[in-house]
Nanobody, 114 residues
Framework: QVQLVESGGGSVQPGGSLRLSCTAP????????MGWYRQAPGRQRELVAM???????NYADSVKGRFTISSDSAKNTVSLQMNSLKPEDTAVYYC????????WGKGTLVTVSS
């Protein structure tokens, strides 16, 4: 069973910041496109940010300018820096590794509330 291990979730007030990290096995990190999705209560899972096959990044419109995805190949880690958080960012955030199929982490909860 491939493990994508997320960390960094928690509770924060509106306007605050959090940083999520996801560590993958090295063979997965090298061969798959890494990204982040989220699922809010009662809603479908949606893309937040990802790396594309051309090496660029793709963001959901709702997070552009606030969230930044990055990767550290030495640590096989992909991170999501989330700034200016809003209550509507509250969700379970999932690390994703995409190739022919998709691999998922177990998710980490982010709660934005005053």
């Amino acid at each position: 069973q491939v493990q994508l291990v997320e960390s960094g979730g928690g509770s924060v007030q509106p306007g605050g910041s959090l940083r999520l990290s996801c560590t993958a096995p090295s063979n997965i990190f090298r061969r798959y496109l890494m990204g982040w999705y989220r699922q809010a209560p009662g809603r479908q899972r949606e893309l937040v940010a990802m790396f594309t096959s051309s090496g660029n990044t793709n963001y959901a419109d709702s997070v552009k300018g606030r969230f930044t995805i990055s990767s550290d190949s030495a640590k096989n880690t992909v991170s999501l820096q989330m700034n200016s958080l809003k209550p509507e960012d509250t969700a379970v955030y999932y690390c994703n590794a995409h190739a022919v199929g998709d691999l998922w982490g177990k998710g980490t909860l982010v709660t934005v509330s005053s």
